[in-house]
């Protein structure tokens, strides 16, 4: 499911974990604030990263191209709640260095 910018921050202030699934130096160069890293090439691994199938998960990638597939990858891993900024363009709020 997308969602904005503004959702992408109630969610998280409720305890949703933000996933940046660019690669380690993409999200070296400025990531969402408070956000993980978990490369769509290890997204095998999101159970050690997330935990519960119960946690609300936020996914965002540089163009959204990454975050649509890792988001179907969670969901057919069995999360239920499973939210798609996109692309780091649909935020608007500060990057974390």
């Keep these: 499911m997308r969602i904005s910018a503004a959702e992408v921050r109630r969610l998280a202030a409720q305890g949703a974990l933000v996933l940046d699934v660019r690669t380690p130096q993409e999200y070296g160069d400025g990531h969402l604030p408070g956000a993980v890293n978990l490369p769509l090439s ?3 691994q ?3 990263v997330i935990g519960s199938t ?5 996914v965002y990638c540089r163009s959204g191209a990454r975050s649509a597939r890792a988001a179907a990858v969670l969901t057919a891993g069995g ?3 499973v939210y798609d900024l996109g692309g780091l363009s649909n935020w608007n ?5």
């Design 46 to 48: 999101a159970r050690q």
């Design 54 to 58: 119960d946690r609300p998960v936020i």
């Design 79 to 81: 999360w239920r709640q």
């Design 93 to 97: 709020g500060p990057l974390e260095p």
């Design 42 to 44: 290890a997204i095998t």
